[in-house]
């Protein structure tokens, strides 16, 4: 595609349920990162992903937060059992060469 | 731990005026990007640097990376309302983005 696309580009909801958050990166790129945006403030890093390597999953807050790449393609982030501390815009991008494409993000909140 | 430290983190100021942003880490990058972030909207690159002493210029954006690589600054000159958004430094690691804690500039007309 064009750009980095994600969906949903909201999602509300309750406390203790699963989520599924979609990325499609740019064709042809071959790392991907999510990041988390809480209101107002810097992007902390989640995860990323480069090839067929093993991801790097140093930035992921807790067991709760998985993420896998199918195919070098499409990256889900799930978050089960969510939190109210989970409300968040989740960021994704990707890469080829020096530069880094975003996606608009997810905004989640928990309720 | 990789850390970017940017200031200020608000600015407000009326149209016309020239303004500075910093970015500071205690560590090397191999390069800094610069993005500005508007509401709703993900981070869209601005520039990269590479070279320590660079200086690259976008329009009314001057953009300069610090000698040791460290740190780096982003001056607007002339501060227009569209300039309006979150700013933020991102140091490139061997290839983790390291973002820094963002400027949020507001311009009034």
């Known amino acids: 595609g064009a750009g980095v696309s994600q969906s949903p580009s909201n999602k509300v909801t309750e406390k203790g349920k699963d989520v599924e958050l979609r990325c499609d990166p740019i064709?042809?790129?071959?790392?991907l990162y999510w990041y988390r945006q809480s209101l107002g403030q810097g992007l902390e890093f989640l995860i990323y992903?480069?090839?067929?390597?093993?991801?790097?999953k140093s930035g992921l807050p807790s067991d709760r937060f998985s993420a896998e790449r199918t195919g070098g393609s499409v990256s889900t982030l799930t978050i089960q059992r969510t939190q109210q501390e989970d409300s968040a815009v989740y960021l994704c991008?990707?890469?080829?060469?020096?530069?880094?494409?975003f996606g608009q993000g997810t905004r989640l909140t928990v309720v | 731990t990789q850390l970017l430290e940017q200031s200020p983190q608000f600015l407000s100021i009326q149209e016309g005026e020239n303004l500075t942003v910093y970015c500071n880490s205690s560590?090397?990058?191999?390069?800094l990007q610069w993005y500005r972030q508007e509401p709703g909207e993900g981070p869209v690159l601005l520039v990269t640097?590479?070279?320590?002493?660079e200086v690259k210029k976008l329009k009314r954006l001057t953009f300069q990376f610090g000698d040791a690589r460290k740190d780096s600054s982003l001056h607007i000159t002339a501060a227009q309302p569209g300039d309006t958004g979150l700013y933020l430094c991102?140091?490139?690691?061997?290839?983790?983005?390291?973002f820094g804690t963002g400027t949020r500039l507001k311009v009034l007309a």
């Open positions: 991008a990707s890469r080829q060469g020096g530069t880094a494409f």
């Open positions: 064709s042809g790129h071959t790392a």
């Open positions: 992903f480069q090839g067929n390597s093993a991801p790097d």
């Open positions: 560590s090397v990058f191999s390069s």
């Open positions: 640097v590479v070279t320590g002493g």
């Open positions: 991102a140091g490139a690691g061997t290839y983790k983005y390291i």
